[in-house]
């Protein structure tokens, strides 16, 4: 059975103080790793897919990263407007999710 | 505009009764899904559909049906089976089909946000 297990669940930060959430994944034969932005009450909106170890795609003030075991999101100089909660997902079939990081960004 | 319209966005049930939510999609997408959100818990997959007249069980299907009659269209029916049927319901669609089937990006619905009284 495929796991994806998210951490932090919380995370508060000043503006402008750069952090990394991490997305950790059992999963046989993960065919893609996948990152969303849910804004309370909304649907999630997609941001990255990443297929392979070592890839790295960016946003804005968002970076995403893969290894073999797990992926981090990194938030450089953040602003209050990146207060949402981030969810990964990933599978060999169809994605797992995890329970998603709620960051609060402080102005 | 192209996108994901789920409707009502919020929605009252009393016990023992069924109710539907509809989701429509004007993406051309081939593949749709629901998932179910409760506070602190991840998505989790109620029913899927890769294509028109056929859907599987997700990893919570019980107490619900759906059907895919329309490419457009995939509305979800809770049922009073449902024991615990408060939470947040989203409905999203992909790509689907070809090398990749049903591991492409997710495009999201706003929700529906169902409350037994």
């Known amino acids: 059975e495929d796991q994806v297990t998210q951490s932090p669940e919380a995370l508060r930060l000043q503006e402008g103080e750069s952090s990394s959430l991490n997305c950790s994944y059992t999963?046989?034969?993960?065919?893609?790793l996948f990152w969303y932005r849910q804004d309370p009450g909304k649907g999630p909106e997609f941001l990255f897919t990443?297929?392979?170890a070592g890839e790295e795609k960016e946003k804005e003030r968002l970076k995403a990263t893969l290894t073999k075991k797990e992926s981090f999101l990194h938030i450089t100089a953040p602003k209050p407007e990146d207060s949402a909660t981030y969810l990964c997902?990933?599978?060999?079939?169809?994605?797992?999710f995890g329970r998603g990081t709620s960051l609060i960004v402080h102005p | 505009d192209g996108g994901i319209t789920q409707s009502p966005k919020y929605l009252f049930r009393k016990e023992g009764q069924n109710v539907t939510l509809s989701c429509e999609q004007n993406l051309n997408h081939d593949a749709m899904y629901w998932y179910r959100q409760d506070p602190g818990q991840g998505l989790r997959l109620i029913y899927y559909?890769?294509?028109?007249?056929?859907?599987q069980k997700g990893d919570i299907a019980e107490g619900y049906s759906v059907s895919r009659e329309k490419k457009e269209s995939f509305p979800l029916t809770v049922t009073s089976a449902q024991k615990n049927p408060t939470a947040f319901y989203l409905c999203?669609?992909?790509?689907?089909?070809?090398?990749?089937?049903?591991?492409?990006?997710?495009?999201f619905g706003p929700g529906t946000r169902l409350t037994v009284l």
């Open positions: 999963v046989s034969g993960l065919r893609g």
């Open positions: 999203a669609s992909s790509i689907g089909l070809g090398e990749r089937s049903l591991y492409n990006e997710q495009f």
């Open positions: 990443l297929y392979s």
């Open positions: 997902a990933g599978g060999s079939y169809i994605p797992t």
């Open positions: 559909s890769q294509i028109v007249n056929d859907f």
